[in-house]
């Protein structure tokens, strides 16, 4: 793939790294919850929300500041990333209401436990609260895609996917929705071809708008390449 030119800074480094960390916080909140060591209601107090506040300031910083790479992967995410769960939920709900392969729905368990309202059961806030969070994620992941591996085939997106959904089969959230490990307690072949074919369609989606889009952005490794030659360069006219 050909990688285009652009200008880059130590700043503008320094706001990817803070926001891959920003967006790798709520997908690792869920896991943390599961171990019992903290509720997912203060985790997403403490770090789910001041996560998404960073994240959503360094997008805006990055236009502001003419940070083009990470303005193009923060835009780019959102739009990918809302567009690609959206297809994946097509996918999961039809696993999930028609061949009964998943327990519950997710999203409507991410609300009642970030809102504290697990035995007072869902309602219109703790649904909202749980969609926004599993969009979030959502985006979360694309824009970590389009940082490590910028501009690459579709298929690439799909080895990703797959990679978050065996890791999600065999983590402890897996407890929480009282499936266990590759949801063997639950629907032993349902449950995961289900949660497979739809981080395929979730993956497939994005893949092929970072494939095709103008404005994707180039990954870190080449970030830090140019970096790297630029210091290489100034120690040597110094010397």
């Known amino acids: 793939m050909t990688t285009k030119s652009y200008t880059v800074s130590y700043a503008e480094f320094v706001g990817t790294l803070i926001a891959l960390a920003a ?21 997403g107090l ?18 502001l500041s003419g940070w083009r790479n990470l303005a193009s992967a923060t835009r780019l995410s959102i739009f990918a990333g809302v567009a ?12 999930f209401r028609v061949f009964h392969g998943m327990p519950g729905s997710l999203p409507m368990l991410l609300g009642v ?7 007072e059961g869902p309602n219109w806030w ?9 969009f979030w994620n959502g985006i979360g992941f694309v824009f970590i895609y389009f940082i490590v591996f910028g501009r690459q085939r579709w298929w690439v997106a799909i080895l990703y996917v797959l990679g978050i959904a065996t890791i999600f089969m065999l983590s402890p959230v ?34 092929y708008i ?28 110094s010397s």
């Open 46 to 63: 403490v770090a789910i929300a001041p996560a998404v506040f960073i994240w959503l300031a360094i997008a805006v910083i990055s236009r």
């Open 113 to 119: 436990l970030l809102t504290n309202h697990f035995m």
């Open 174 to 207: 897996m407890n929480i929705l009282g499936a266990g490990i590759f949801g063997q307690d639950f629907a032993p072949v349902k449950f995961p071809l289900t949660v497979y074919a739809a981080h395929l369609v979730y993956g497939i989606v994005f893949g």
């Open 23 to 43: 967006a790798s916080v709520s997908p690792l909140a869920f896991t943390v919850a599961a171990t019992g060591y903290m509720s997912m209601h203060t985790l």
């Open 84 to 95: 690609s769960v959206v297809a994946m939920e097509v996918v999961r709900m039809f696993g």
């Open 126 to 134: 703790t649904d909202l609260v749980g969609w926004a969070d599993h």
């Open 210 to 237: 970072g494939q095709r889009s103008a404005s994707t952005p180039v990954n870190i490794f080449h970030h830090i390449a140019v970096l790297i030659r630029r210091f290489n360069g100034i120690a040597k006219v």
